[in-house]
């Protein structure tokens, strides 16, 4: 399988923006949803944002809405998330995933999927 990368993560201050970017050609041929997850020190991996490759239909955590926007190209061999008024406790290791099959309710849930990349840093200063 072709790996996923992620890249665009960084230092910033409190109020700033990143967008980060997943490539990883083709993942859509073996996969129903593609998903950014997040896991700062001490903490369990959470879900932040998920679309689905066909429809893209999106969510989000709570925490992250209206701030964030999840989106894939019209190739769909890229995915971003733009994050905007970032806040420290957005700091966390970033990665984005892709889940060969998950249903709408369970796009956050990071056990549904079975492809990562390495993670891109975000570190948000205040």
């Known amino acids: 399988q072709v790996p996923l990368v992620e890249s665009g993560g960084g230092s910033v201050q409190a109020g700033g923006s990143l967008r980060l970017s997943c490539t990883g050609s083709?993942?859509?041929?073996?996969?129903?949803?593609m998903g950014w997850f997040r896991q700062a020190p001490g903490k369990e991996r959470e879900g932040v944002a998920a679309?689905?490759?066909?429809?893209?239909?999106?969510e989000y955590r709570d925490s992250v809405k209206g701030r964030f926007t999840v989106s894939q190209d019209n190739a769909k061999t890229t995915l971003y998330l733009q994050m905007n008024s970032l806040k420290p406790e957005d700091t966390a290791m970033y990665y984005c995933?892709?889940?060969?099959?998950?249903?709408?309710?369970?796009?956050?849930?990071?056990?549904?999927?079975?492809?990562w990349g390495q993670g891109t840093q975000v570190t948000v200063s205040s």
């Open positions: 995933a892709a889940a060969a099959f998950v249903s709408s309710s369970a796009r956050l849930d990071p056990r549904k999927y079975n492809r």
């Open positions: 083709r993942y859509t041929y073996s996969s129903s949803a």
């Open positions: 679309i689905a490759i066909r429809d893209g239909n999106t």
